[in-house]
T-cell receptor
Framework: KQEVTQIPAALSVPEGENLVLNCSFTDSAIYNLQWFRQDPGKGLTSLLLIQSSQREQTSGRLNASLDKSSGRSTLYIAASQPGDSATYLCHDFSGGYNKLIFGAGTRLAVHP | GAVVSQHPSWVICKSGTSVKIECRSL??????MFWYRQFPKQSLMLMATSNEGSKATYEQGVEKDKFLINHASLTLSTLTVTSAHPEDSSFYIC????????????FGPGTRLTVL
């Protein structure tokens, strides 16, 4: 059974810091891995999608990496801003709809 | 990106009534749509998977007679909470997979259901 774990569960940092959010999964046979952010009371916004054949994806200040052999993905946020405050979720799509798995999320607070 | 809308964004109803939530993919065809529920400070829990023109597949523990899902077209799926009770109060979110999008999911903004 696939399990997805996100560490840390919560993070509070001053503005400007570079951050690393971690996502680990137990089954390396993933199809793709997707990172989302969720603002309170809102839906999910897709940030980055990494296919199983890729090692990383970049979008602006965000960089996501995927290491299937170790069962890890990391989301790197450069020069954090207060607007980055949200819950970040990683999502593993293990090639079958009965294996849709979300991590519990990392609640990020960036203070001025 | 691709846009998914949900209607209504929030709803309050009396216990025993039924509530319908619509999920629409506005600028793409969603071959598959998913329905999730989320309780406060918890992650999303998949309720069911629906493919256009076929019956939904429900996750273990989700009552299919209580949560009716209809995926009438490639751009519309509906979730009807029948005979709602206070414990059904939750945040319901849908998502769609765009055809040929490598499995990337696009989420709606969610519907807050409160059952009195």
């Amino acid at each position: 059974k696939q399990e997805v774990t996100q560490i840390p569960a919560a993070l509070s940092v001053p503005e400007g810091e570079n951050l690393v959010l971690n996502c680990s999964f137990t089954d390396s046979a993933i199809y793709n891995l997707q990172w989302f952010r969720q603002d309170p009371g809102k839906g999910l916004t897709s940030l980055l999608l990494i296919q199983s054949s890729q090692r990383e994806q970049t979008s602006g200040r965000l960089n996501a990496s995927l290491d299937k052999s170790s069962g890890r993905s990391t989301l790197y946020i450069a020069a954090s801003q207060p607007g980055d405050s949200a819950t970040y979720l990683c999502h593993d799509f293990s090639g079958g709809y009965n294996k849709l798995i979300f991590g519990a999320g990392t609640r990020l607070a960036v203070h001025p | 990106g691709a846009v998914v809308s949900q209607h209504p964004s929030w709803v309050i109803c009396k216990s025993g009534t039924s509530v319908k939530i619509e999920c629409r993919s506005l600028d793409f065809q969603a071959t598959t749509m998913f329905w999730y529920r989320q309780f406060p400070k918890q992650s999303l829990m998949l309720m069911a998977t629906s493919n256009e023109g076929s019956k939904a597949t429900y996750e273990q523990g989700v009552e299919k007679d209580k949560f009716l899902i209809n995926h009438a077209s490639l751009t519309l799926s509906t979730l009807t909470v029948t005979s709602a009770h206070p414990e059904d109060s939750s945040f319901y979110i849908c998502s769609g997979i765009k055809r040929d999008s490598r499995g990337e999911q696009f989420f709606g903004p969610g519907t807050r259901l409160t059952v009195l």
